[in-house]
């Protein structure tokens, strides 16, 4: 199984990729893109904009072959503890490959990794340090392979920009609620078709 594990809220031209991508190593591997999908609060402990049926649809839509629900996580656990266990999960489930996006150069992200790797700590990663939660993700990763003796191939794309601003839901999100809950123009270029047609009903 190829596997993603977001928000999705919503599902942006961002995220089309990262399912592209996904897709691309199914087919070479014919197995299946599975995303595992934050569904009672966001990975930052919020509320989601778009509730987990619509995001489920989204992501379907946007090509992922199924999607398996993650809840209970994000209450009140920070990433440092939600992340090894999404990952033991993944793992346990026979996830092989793991898709991300992230703004540095591979090797970067196992440079910064590495420290946390030794030490099986995965809090307080600098602020600083771009693309950190990836850098989470890959450094549990690596550790679980030594603990377990099994981990996921890490496969990474560049983030999606417009211009020198990277596509953010959060953004997203903010401009349609400034907007009086109708999807701007300026919106609507950064979603899928589909996305649009989706939110539009929940909306």
Known sequence: ????????????????????????????????????LNKGYSANHAPFFA?????????????????????GLHHRLT???????????MIQDGVRDYVDAADVRPEQIKKYASRF????????????????????????NE????????KMEF??????????EKISGRIIR???LENNLEIPKSVQKLLPI?????LQEEI
């Open 143 to 150: 550790f679980l392979g030594k603990v377990l003796g099994n």
């Open 194 to 198: 589909s996305t649009v047609k989706i």
């Open 117 to 140: 790797v030794k030490s099986g700590i995965f809090s307080g990663i600098p602020r600083n340090l771009p693309n950190r939660n990836v850098i989470r993700w890959y450094a549990v």
């Open 174 to 176: 903010r401009e349609i």
């Open 51 to 71: 509730d987990y049926d619509a995001r489920k649809r989204m992501a379907l839509e946007a090509g992922a072959d199924r999607i398996v629900p993650i809840e």
């Open 155 to 164: 496969h990474f794309i560049p983030e999606s920009k417009v211009g020198e």
């Open 1 to 36: 199984m190829i596997g993603i594990s977001a928000d999705f809220d919503p599902v942006h031209n961002g995220h089309v990729k990262l399912i592209q991508k996904a897709r691309e190593v199914a087919d070479e591997k014919n197995t299946e893109v599975v995303i595992y």
């Open 79 to 89: 990433m440092a503890y939600t992340v090894p266990i999404r990952i033991a999960m």
